[in-house]
C-alpha cells in the first residue's frame, strides 16, 4: 500500500511517471506512479477509499485537507490554515481590475461571496442573470460572472448578523421585495421552484411538496 500526500503545491511531486489533472484520471495501482488530483475540498471518505489501491503516491492538491485520524499512511505536507476571506471578498467587491478580482474570488465560497455581493450591489439585472446561469454551470463560472458582472465599489458593507427570528429569503429575492410571499402563494411555478430549492423558506402555511399546476404537469 502507498501514501496519500495532502498539499498546496504539486511541483516536487511532478518527477518521475506521473499523472495529474482535476480527478483521478487512472488507477493508482501501478508501481511507481505518481497520481496527483487537483481537489479544492477533498472528502476524507473519496481519498480514504483509494488508499488500499495505491501502489506508490497519491497527491492531492488542496486549499484544505480533509480531517481524518491518525495514519502513518496519511502525509501533511505543508501548513494549512483556514482563510477568513476577507482580502479576496474586499478585492472581489472594489478593486477595479476585473481579472485580479476574479483570481480573488475563485478563492471564496459562492455562498459567502453572494452573501457579500447581496450587500455591495442591488442591479435585479445582476440578479437575475445570476439565477439564471447557477442552475445549469459549475462554480468556476458562477465565480467568473460575479467577478465581471460586478461594478466595483468605493466602500464595502458588510452583511448584517441575522436574527434568530428572521425570514430566510428564497436565493434571487430581496428583503425589500415585498410580495414574494403573495407570489409563491398564488404561482405554482414559482412555489415550485422554491419547493425544489429552498424548501425551508416557504412561508408559513404553503405546501411544501411539489404541486401540479393545473394543466396536470409537474
Given amino acids: 500500500m502507498g501514501v ?31 497520481v ?5 475540498k477533498p472528502t476524507a471518505k473519496e481519498c480514504l477509499a483509494w488508499l ?3 501502489a506508490y503516491r497519491m497527491v492531492w492538491v488542496c486549499e484544505q485537507p480533509p480531517t481524518m485520524k491518525k495514519n502513518d499512511a496519511v502525509i501533511i505536507d505543508g501548513v494549512f490554515k483556514k482563510n477568513d476571506h476577507k482580502r479576496a471578498i474586499e478585492t472581489t467587491m472594489r478593486l477595479r481590475n476585473r481579472s485580479l478580482a476574479f483570481t480573488e474570488c ?17 442591479d435585479i439585472r445582476l440578479w437575475r442573470r445570476l439565477a439564471q446561469a447557477f442552475t445549469h454551470t459549475p462554480e468556476v ?17 458588510w ?3 441575522k436574527n434568530t427570528d428572521e425570514v430566510e429569503l428564497p436565493f434571487g429575492v430581496r428583503d425589500t421585495d415585498l410580495y414574494w ?11 415550485n421552484d422554491v419547493r425544489i430549492n429552498a424548501k ?9 411538496r411539489v404541486q401540479k399546476n393545473e394543466d396536470g404537469w409537474l
Fill in 159 to 161: 452583511p448584517k448578523k
Fill in 141 to 157: 463560472f458562477q465565480q467568473a460572472m460575479i467577478a465581471y458582472a460586478h461594478k466595483p465599489v468605493h466602500r464595502m458593507t
Fill in 52 to 54: 488500499p489501491h495505491i
Fill in 36 to 40: 496527483i488530483v487537483h481537489k479544492r
Fill in 200 to 208: 425551508d423558506a416557504l412561508p408559513k402555511g404553503v405546501k411544501k
Fill in 181 to 191: 410571499e403573495r407570489i409563491v402563494r398564488t404561482d405554482t411555478e414559482t412555489a
Fill in 106 to 122: 475563485a478563492t471564496v465560497p459562492v455562498p459567502l461571496m453572494l452573501a457579500f455581493l447581496r450587500e455591495n450591489n442591488k
Fill in 4 to 34: 496519500l500526500i495532502f498539499t498546496h503545491d504539486a511541483q516536487k511531486y511532478r518527477v518521475g511517471e506521473y499523472v495529474e489533472g482535476s480527478s483521478v484520471l487512472c488507477a493508482p495501482n501501478v508501481e511507481g506512479l505518481t
